[in-house]
């Protein structure tokens, strides 16, 4: 069995200040980690995702993620962030050694960018 | 290019009536599909899930139901909405089984139960 944890419900920042939006899992099993984000009164989008190969991946819009395996973390960070990445961001993990494809979503960060 | 629609945006309804949500994916050919539940601060909670016309797996039990009845067509069932079925429904599509693909999630139903 797979778990998510996001450890901030809420994280409230000033426009162009960077910001770090935590995420832990926990799995007995290689895993896939994903990055949603969803805006106001609509589905999620995929952000980012790691698969294999560079711990470090990026978004179009310049968010990055690092996958951290000995920490089981893949936090998302942004150096300077706009009004328009205000959103509710999720983490999600999924079984990357061959067993159930079902994705396990963390309960969700909501960013709020302040001008 | 693939799209996916769920209908309708919004729904509200009296306790005790019955629900039918619909969701159809364009463009793609024999998709995994999913409900997905979010309510307020909940985060996402995975209600169904689908490998292939008329193969339904439930996760979560409770007084709803989803069918399959084609390939690219998911529908969620109620016949008595309770308060708690308030939340915000969300289609998902994806192909393969590595769990390295993407999920596309639909636009999402807001359902308001009263």
């Known amino acids: 069995a797979q778990s998510v944890t996001q450890l901030d419900s809420q994280v409230p920042v000033f426009e162009e200040a960077p910001v770090e939006l935590r995420c832990n899992y926990s799995s007995s099993v290689s895993v896939y980690l994903f990055w949603y984000v969803q805006y106001p009164n609509q589905g999620l989008q995929l952000l980012l995702k790691?698969?294999?190969?560079?711990?470090l991946v990026e978004s179009i819009n310049g968010f990055e993620a690092e996958f951290n395996k000995s920490q089981t973390s893949f936090h998302l960070r942004k150096p300077s962030v706009h009004i328009s990445d205000t959103a509710e961001y999720f983490c999600a993990v999924r079984d990357a050694s061959g067993g159930s494809y079902i994705p396990t979503f963390g309960r969700g960060t909501s960013l709020i960018v302040h001008p | 290019s693939q799209t996916i629609h769920q209908w309708p945006a919004t729904l509200v309804q009296p306790v005790g009536s019955p629900l039918s949500l619909e969701c159809t994916v364009e463009g793609t050919s024999n998709p995994n599909l999913y409900w997905y539940r979010q309510a307020a601060g909940r985060g996402l909670q995975l209600l169904f899930y689908?490998?292939?016309?008329?193969?339904i797996s439930s996760e979560v039990p409770q007084n709803l139901s989803a069918s399959r009845p084609q390939d690219r067509q998911f529908i969620l069932s109620s016949k008595k909405l309770l308060l708690s079925d308030s939340g915000f429904y969300l289609c998902?599509?994806?192909?393969?089984?590595?769990?390295?693909?993407?999920?596309?999630f639909g636009p999402g139903t807001r359902l308001t139960v009263l």
């Open positions: 790691y698969l294999s190969g560079s711990t």
């Open positions: 689908s490998v292939g016309i008329g193969q």
């Open positions: 998902a599509w994806s192909v393969g089984s590595s769990g390295s693909d993407t999920q596309y």
